[in-house]
């Protein structure tokens, strides 16, 4: 159900109305400039989130950077009396595969290999397209976002799951898992990837052209 | 100047009316199609109800062991606690330091924050330091991450599953409770507590 259908409805900014990030509170925004603290709360006020474009850029560069010692480094070693075998994320999917836990090997696959690429290819398109203030499919962009940041954290499964093995295969000289150091990439990729997504404005796909890069952080005078 | 009756969409910035809604609705942003707001399935009382129950399903989840495992006439079993240090003993702290975050600080520190705003709300009082305490709330919930943890218990077992025998034990059951109720009461809306907060203080 739409709580309105008729027509578009007015944007906060042109009613010069601000919602308070935290508390939700409404406020008419007496200096638009410097809209000051939440008179409820006392969160900063913003239009829109501080250096959104920047800090989300930066946070997604780092995390496609460690995006390819995750997936190339193994993750895991396990000891079997002489037999040693290290697993890379595809490998650890390819063996659940092999043994015939078919919904499991889909759901590593999905958590761990499609939602990051996916993730990082969806917020690399949201970025570039609202740089250039693309206003086309703003519809469309705004529910590839929240699909990203709502699935961001799923992610995390294959880490939890080398915790969990390294602790109860424990069995001295006759078998060990080890973590390697391609799980702490990986682990990495996902806290990175949820940082970028959290930083990135939705708003901004909406503000149309005016929004081609970050708006310049305005020097306001500090809490009364 | 507050402007209390108004909603704004927090992904697209438009401003709509609010409007009492029936059960199980759900307003939506005509604009983008997202959620605007949705009708309170449960209210303060429930939330508390909620939140002891998990911190319950908590004890249940971290003292016991999750799961044992048997090969060559030998058997491991281990707890959450003995899963994180053993990734530190083994070189991978930023992976324990990670689950001890996530899966036991964070939840942790919800409930219990949870349980110190609700008990006086219940009581018609605000708590002392209640800003800071829903400041840390808002902050911490995209950070806690049991139901993941749930997934990765069973995926675990399953792997396991073919080289030895693997049986889940109460930890894994109290996992499973605490995903759910953790589930519930995040689906509670924050801002109705500022709302209530505010309403006291009037």
């Known amino acids: 159900m739409s709580a309105e259908s008729t027509g578009a409805a007015p944007r906060a900014q042109q009613l010069g109305l601000i919602a308070c990030e935290a508390c939700g509170l409404i406020l008419q925004a007496a200096d638009d400039e410097c809209p000051g603290y939440c008179p409820r709360c006392d969160e900063p006020l913003r239009r829109r989130k501080r250096d959104s474009l920047r800090r989300s850029w930066a946070f997604l560069i780092a995390a496609a950077m460690l995006y390819i010692p995750a997936n190339l480094l193994p993750i895991m070693r396990t000891q079997q009396l002489l037999e040693r075998y290290d697993s890379t994320i595809l490998s650890g999917v390819a063996l659940l595969w092999h043994n015939g836990a078919y919904d499991l090997a889909i759901i590593v696959f999905v958590a761990s290999i499609m939602v990051p690429v996916l993730k990082i290819l969806s917020l690399a398109i949201l970025l570039i397209t609202t740089q250039r203030g693309s206003q086309q499919h703003a519809r469309e962009r705004t529910r590839l976002y929240r699909i990203v940041d709502y699935i961001g954290h799923w992610s995390m499964l294959d880490v939890f799951v080398v915790v969990l093995l390294v602790t109860l295969v424990h069995f001295g000289a006759l078998a060990q898992v080890q973590p390697l150091p391609g799980v702490i990439a990986f682990g990495a990729v996902v806290v990175l990837t949820m940082m970028a997504s959290m930083s990135f404005d939705p708003r901004l796909i909406w503000d149309a052209s005016a929004a081609r890069s970050d708006p310049e952080p305005q020097s306001c005078a500090t809490r009364p | 100047m507050a402007a209390a009756n108004l909603v704004i969409c927090k992904y697209c910035d438009s401003v709509y009316q609010r409007t009492p809604l029936g059960r199980r609705e759900i307003a939506r942003c005509a604009q983008c199609g997202a959620e605007l707001y949705h009708y309170r399935q449960i209210d303060v009382d429930t939330m508390l109800a909620l939140t002891v129950a998990s911190l319950f399903a908590f004890v249940i989840a971290n003292i016991f062991p999750i799961a044992m495992l048997e090969a ?131």
């Open chain 2, 72 to 202: 060559q006439g030998r058997s491991s079993e281990a707890n959450l606690w003995q899963a994180i240090i053993a990734s530190f003993r083994s070189g991978a702290a930023p992976i324990g330091a990670l689950a001890a975050t996530t899966v036991f600080f964070f939840p942790l520190l919800q409930l219990c924050l949870f349980a110190y705003v609700l008990l006086p709300l219940r009581l018609a009082q605000v708590p002392s330091g209640f800003n800071w305490v829903m400041h840390a709330l808002r902050q911490m919930q995209p950070w806690a991450m049991v139901e993941v943890f749930m997934l990765g218990v069973l995926v675990a077992v399953v792997k396991l599953g073919d080289v030895a025998t693997v049986t889940p034990l109460a930890g894994t059951w109290g996992f499973a409770l605490l995903t759910l109720l953790l589930t519930l009461l995040n689906s509670y809306d924050l801002r109705e507590l500022w709302d209530r907060a505010s309403a006291l203080n009037a």
